[in-house]
């Protein structure tokens, strides 16, 4: 369930539209909402003084375009590293899910230009919403979950579960990835998908819940075919498990795997054509 968000808003305004398309979701509106800001350290007294300023309007000009309830809201304006303060607030909050911004910057250049989202991602457990500067959001009706039977994948199908409920018009898309057939075989498969042994428990949940689905099947590279499909399918949210498979000593440091754009989830992010909700199981 969603029941606790936090918002690490910029001044570029993308994370509050999503946010606004998520509240016409009906599982969400009851949630209780974070909006953060933060500042990083100054060179002066003088620049920190004007940045919180800075801060403060942005803040302002957040709230006012979520329009929600204030009782619903708690604006928390920071100092400190970015990419530090979103994830202690996040733990303090006890959140169910971020939202950040995304720059979708790939492999080393999201270590060379200090990429927050991507680093905050390597470090919680939490779901995340990213949302790239370059993508269009819209209301929330068709959502994809990739699906590879890992625990991280199950759970984001739980959530896609939760948002789907009571939402009139929405369609949930099951997707299943094969590997190539061949080095240029990447084709979407016609042998009835339902039966697919990934996808075939996700099917009995969806019909269990009544909830209107169609399953999908292709043969190729995961990352480019899940973002193919993505835009093929007009998804309006993109819903992907990324198991944690680091050591339990290593649980506090970056996943280098991740950061330098070696995973399926940093393909994704950077390249797919829809806000993704990346959410995560611990090993």
């Not at 946010?19 to 800001?37: D, G, N, R, S, W």
């Not at 309006?236 to 754009?261: E, I, N, V």
Request: proline share 5%.
């Amino acid at each position: 369930m969603i029941q606790r968000i936090l918002i690490a808003v910029a001044g570029l305004g993308k994370c509050e539209e999503m946010f606004k398309m998520l509240m016409e979701v009906p599982a969400i509106q009851q949630a209780y909402v974070t909006i953060l800001h933060v500042v990083p350290p100054q060179a002066t007294a003088d620049a920190m003084s004007a940045k919180l300023e800075e801060g403060g309007k942005i803040l302002a000009s957040a709230v006012q375009s979520v329009n929600l309830d204030p009782k619903q809201v708690n604006v928390r304006l920071k100092q400190g590293d970015p990419k530090d303060v979103v994830r202690e607030v996040a733990e303090e909050e006890n959140s169910d899910l971020i939202i950040m911004g995304s720059r979708g910057l790939k492999r080393l250049e999201s270590i060379l230009k200090n990429s927050i989202s991507q680093y905050v991602f390597q470090l919680t457990s939490r779901p995340m919403l990213l949302v790239r500067d370059d993508v269009y959001v819209k209301k929330i009706y068709r959502i994809m979950v990739a699906m590879d039977g890992s625990d991280a994948a199950k759970n984001c199908l739980k959530l896609a579960f939760f948002l789907l409920k009571d939402l009139k018009g929405a369609q949930l898309f099951l997707v299943h990835i094969n590997p190539p057939l061949s080095e240029k075989g990447q084709e979407i498969s016609t042998a009835q998908p339902e039966q697919d042994p990934i996808l075939a428990p996700a099917v009995a949940e969806a019909k269990k819940l009544g909830i209107n689905y169609r399953c999908v099947t292709a043969n190729g590279r995961a990352g480019e075919q899940i973002c193919l499909l993505a835009e093929d399918l007009n998804i309006d949210l993109l819903m992907l498990g990324s198991p944690d498979r680091r050591p339990s000593m290593a649980k506090s440091l970056p996943d280098l795997d991740r950061l330098l754009g070696n995973s399926l989830s940093d393909y994704v992010r950077v390249h797919a054509s829809c806000p993704v909700l990346l959410a995560r199981t611990i090993a």
